[in-house]
């Protein structure tokens, strides 16, 4: 049976409509060729798959015919072997030793960070002047990725990881540009800012590492377990280096994002903004949020939840197949690319009624569905799930609250988000809101 897709004759397939629209080429294909279709970006042919099923069959039940996508092995340029671009022996390896730093106990025991930072964060707006909101959230994140997962103050470092992560999301877009990253040697433009980059964000983790090798001191974080471990599990420095670069950018990336994203919905609905302070005042009554009380907030979590349906972080999931995969009548030849992109699958009215809407109730512990378990997935799925995903929950329900407890958010209209898909889905200038303050409600009495 001939694979259905858009067809082309130019020398790169479609990777120019692709790459001038990431999100709207997805979107298209899907509506006009269903839940199979092959296409041709640069030098590969890619199958995009958008069916739960489809989709679970990549990353769960078949996930050993598939390795990580060409683009994403080229992150090693910039993590190195870290768990987001490790495969197999290493990567279960590595997972099994940091596995234990996003235990839920463990998480809880970051709660109050997460909330000081939410609260410091929330402290420095002056009411009814704007404020970008997602620049805000990502020095949130980092400063408490630093704290809860390495142990150190980044402070004084926010500026320095920022300007670095900039270098190297410019940078990262030659991976999209054929025989680009073939020039990551060039004294010039992106190649000079990537090396900038990644040297910077080294010689800090490299500082921490030394710095806790040195105190011998354990400090209960990820950093003092993988320094300070038995030498039958010790990492390498290099090592240590890879996996502590990669959780503070992917420890903070994923929910600085979800929390700028949940802002914008809620200031988007005012009757939704009025349910998020509802019922903050009624469970905090005034006080600072606990990691017990991440249960105790839905509609906060339900909107982190829509955040994360609407704007997942990993907007499009790529893998490589290792060995042919039958799909629907279809075969995908080993070495051709797999594309299950969230985005699409997020925004589907199959599983999502009114898929544009944010809606909190799809995600109320009574709420009833019948929609396929693979329907979300912003954090991947199978053994390759994302290590922190309780992290990014806890730090997002509580620091929403925070926020909404102090704060009326209002839109900037002649403002809005402006998506850019590179490594993850970020709003490329910012979200802008106005912040307008609320009056402290009395704490409950019981």
């Not at 679970?56 to 671009?85: C, I, N, W, Y």
């Not at 420095?124 to 805000?136: I, L, N, Y």
């Not at 990014?392 to 009326?408: D, F, H, N, P, Y």
């Amino acid at each position: 049976m001939s694979a259905p897709g858009p067809r082309t004759t130019t020398p790169f397939g479609h990777l120019l409509a692709f790459r001038s629209d990431p999100l709207g080429f997805l979107t298209r294909v899907a509506e006009v060729h269903g839940d199979v279709a092959a296409l041709r970006l640069g030098p590969y042919r890619v199958w995009q798959l958008t069916h739960p099923d489809l989709v679970r069959e990549v990353l769960v039940t078949h996930a050993g015919r598939f390795r990580k996508s060409p683009v994403l092995q080229r992150a090693r340029m910039v993590l190195g072997d870290g768990l987001l671009t490790a495969e197999g022996d290493h990567h279960r390896r590595h997972r099994r030793l940091l596995q234990h730093a996003f235990h839920p106990q463990r998480v809880d025991g970051y709660a109050d960070a997460m909330v000081h930072r939410a609260a410091t964060t929330a402290e420095r707006w002056t009411s009814g002047t704007e404020v970008d909101v997602h620049a805000a959230a990502v020095r949130m994140t980092l400063e408490t990725a630093g704290t809860t997962l390495l142990g150190t103050e980044v402070t004084d470092d926010v500026d320095l990881v920022e300007e670095a992560i900039e270098d190297l999301l410019s940078a990262y877009r030659l991976a999209f540009v054929p025989l680009g990253w073939r020039l990551r040697n060039l004294p010039v433009g992106p190649p000079r800012r990537l090396r900038r980059g990644r040297q910077a964000l080294h010689d800090l983790i490299e500082r921490m590492i030394h710095e806790r090798r040195t105190s011998g001191g354990d400090a209960g974080d990820l950093l003092s377990n993988l320094v300070l471990a038995d030498p039958q599990d010790r990492l390498t420095d290099e090592e240590i280096r890879d996996e502590a670069l990669t959780l503070l950018l992917a420890g903070h990336e994923t929910t600085a994002n979800a929390l700028a994203f949940s802002l914008w919905l809620i200031a988007e609905d005012e009757r939704l903004q009025d349910r998020v302070h509802e019922e903050v005042d009624a469970v905090l009554g005034g006080r600072a949020a606990t990691g017990d009380d991440r249960a105790r907030l839905p509609t906060c979590r339900g909107v982190v939840a829509e955040a994360l349906r609407l704007y997942p972080p990993s907007w499009a999931i790529a893998r490589q197949a290792v060995e042919d995969h039958p799909v629907d009548g279809h075969l995908v030849p080993s070495g051709d690319l797999v594309i299950v992109p969230p985005w699409v699958v997020h925004r589907d009215p199959r599983w999502w009624p009114a898929p544009r809407v944010c809606d909190p109730d799809r995600w109320a512990a009574d709420a009833t569905t019948d929609r396929p378990r693979s329907a979300f997935f912003p954090f991947g799925g199978g053994a390759r799930r994302c290590i922190g995903e309780g992290f990014a929950w806890t730090e997002g329900v509580l620091a929403l609250a925070t926020i909404a407890s102090r704060w009326r958010l209002q839109r900037v209209p002649e403002r809005p988000p402006v998506l850019d898909p590179v490594i993850t889905l970020r709003p490329r200038d910012g979200v802008w809101l106005r912040p307008e303050a609320r009056g402290r409600p009395s704490p409950h009495r019981s």
